[in-house]
């Protein structure tokens, strides 16, 4: 039978220490600086201050659950890209995440926007952001969408298909209009990442392999097509990567087809873009490179590559996504239920309900990602326990935080606040148990600004066509 223990933790025969990179905290109230956005700290109270302004305040303005934008910090890491990266085109992953604010900033950043959808261009249109400088993916772009795309005069449609390249040709032809395009290849790279967001593996839905000459024949196809013009190869080998040799390996391939399209088609690809996915850190597992070493690292194999082949240096673009935005938000919820679950060997987990979810955070039910939490309102001597953050939906899967110490005195009404939720928290929230996607709070400078608002039990009904009684 299992025992639970009122004490938690330290007073447990066989307490659950919880996986092995997970380190008792020297105090429990401390931030890991790694993991959150540059202008987080906590006050004389314990509680937590982002862009200046105190959690507290913001969870009474705004509600609970919210996605708490650090302003300065999303600003500084683009501009950390732009610059470290100067000689290169540095395309912000719009679906990392993205509004018409944060595409404002990135254009103010100088930096240009890759989309992958209908509704990501449109928001990027409806911010204003200059076409030219929007890159457009996605693996099954319809005719529509490559229309819409060349109508509004994108500076490149990343081509993913032999149908696309079809349609895109018949596009332009049908508009008159010159496409420029990349072709996605797959360098058949194995990232170290988890299986659904890595990429450039064979076995899998993107780009043209290498490998099986697809990619070649795609680019003799681009030459042939009229009113489209090849700017040149595309790789993206997967997200959240920490080990430069996977740009390495895939930088190698990709620049011997380059080599080999201007040896056997006698055309020299101006271009070359070699994606996004550098990884961030989510916990103490996790030790991300800096831009400054990425661009050092990344420039010296490309400059390597081609003087081997004999080919100039393309104009290089790269698409971070995640290590923009990612750490540059945390998410903040308020503590509802508070659980001590005795486990075999008298162990006990303390399972800490939040008022939110794997609606507004599904990465850790779907690649089982790991987070870091702590409580956002107040500071707390009760020694830590082992604790598990999970949401309020109808799946025993709903957790957002698996492992963490928490203090043991937990409770109710507590704020508790998890870092690095910009990346494809929002952006895959979803409405699960019909729950109401929270806004983006902007925060600098010690004001904050709803840059997405809270969803509204309106917004619910809105499309639901029985409920025609609702204005
Ligand atoms: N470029 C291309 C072509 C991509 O497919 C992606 C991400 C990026 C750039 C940006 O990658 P980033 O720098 O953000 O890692 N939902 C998953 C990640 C999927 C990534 C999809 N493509 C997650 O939550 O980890």
Redesign the pocket.
């Known amino acids: 039978m299992p025992v639970s223990h009122e004490a938690g933790w330290a007073h447990a025969d066989g307490a659950l220490q919880g996986p092995s990179w997970l380190r008792v905290p020297a105090d429990v109230n401390d931030l890991v600086p790694l993991l959150w956005s540059a202008t987080a700290h906590k006050n004389a109270d314990g509680a937590l201050v982002v862009g200046g302004v105190d959690l507290r305040d913001l969870v009474a303005g705004h509600g609970s659950p919210a996605y708490v934008l650090d302003e300065a910090d999303f600003r500084a890491r683009a501009r950390g890209f732009a610059e470290a990266f100067a000689d290169y085109d540095v395309?912000y992953?719009g679906?990392?995440f993205l509004c018409t604010t944060v595409a404002r900033w990135v254009a103010e950043e100088g930096l240009c926007l890759?989309v992958?959808s209908a509704g990501e261009l449109t928001v990027a249109l409806r911010a204003g952001f200059d076409p030219a400088r929007i890159g457009y993916?996605g693996n099954n772009k319809t005719t529509g969408e490559l229309r819409r795309a060349v109508d509004a005069g994108v500076g490149r449609v990343?081509l993913d298909s032999f149908h696309e390249i079809d349609r895109l040709a018949a596009v332009a032809a049908e508009t008159g209009r010159t496409a420029r395009v990349m072709v996605?290849v797959t360098a058949g790279v194995e990232a170290h990442t988890?299986e659904?967001?890595a990429?450039a593996h064979e076995d899998q839905k993107?780009g043209f392999s290498i490998t099986s000459g697809d990619a070649l024949e795609a680019v003799r196809r681009v030459q042939d097509a009229a009113g489209v013009e090849l700017l040149g190869l595309?790789s993206?080998i997967?997200?959240?990567?920490f080990d430069t040799s996977g740009f390495e390996v895939a930088a190698r391939r990709v620049l011997t087809l380059h080599a080999q399209v201007s040896s056997e088609l006698g055309v020299t690809m101006p271009e070359l873009d070699l994606?996004?996915?550098?990884?961030i850190a989510y916990t103490t597992q996790d030790d991300p490179a800096d831009p400054a070493q990425l661009a050092t690292e990344i420039t010296k194999i490309v400059e390597h590559e081609c003087r081997a082949f004999d080919v100039p240096v393309p104009a290089l673009s790269i698409?971070?996504?995640?290590?923009?935005v990612?750490p540059a938000m945390c998410t903040v919820y308020e503590v509802g239920t508070v659980k001590e679950v005795g486990l075999d060997a008298g162990a006990s987990r303390t399972y800490v309900s939040v008022d939110g979810g794997m609606s507004d955070n599904i990465?850790t039910a779907?690649?089982d990602?790991n987070y870091s939490c702590t409580v956002a309102s107040r500071r707390s001597e009760a020694p830590p326990v082992l604790g598990r953050v999970v949401g309020k939906h109808c799946e025993a899967g709903d957790i957002v935080v698996k492992d963490e110490f928490v203090p043991g005195d937990i409770a109710p009404g507590d704020l508790l606040a998890v870092p690095g939720t910009g990346?494809?928290?929002r952006?895959?929230a979803s409405n699960y148990n019909h729950a109401l996607r929270p806004p983006v709070v902007a925060v600098r400078d010690g004001r904050s600004t709803v840059v997405v608002r809270r969803e509204t039990e309106d917004d619910l009904l809105r499309t639901d066509v029985g409920a025609s009684d609702i204005g």
């Open positions: 395309f992953a679906k990392a890759d992958c993916h990343v996605r988890h659904y967001i990429t993107f595309h993206h997967g997200s959240q990567i994606g996004g996915g550098f990884g698409e971070p996504g995640r290590a923009i990612g990465r779907l690649y990602a990346a494809y928290c952006s895959m």
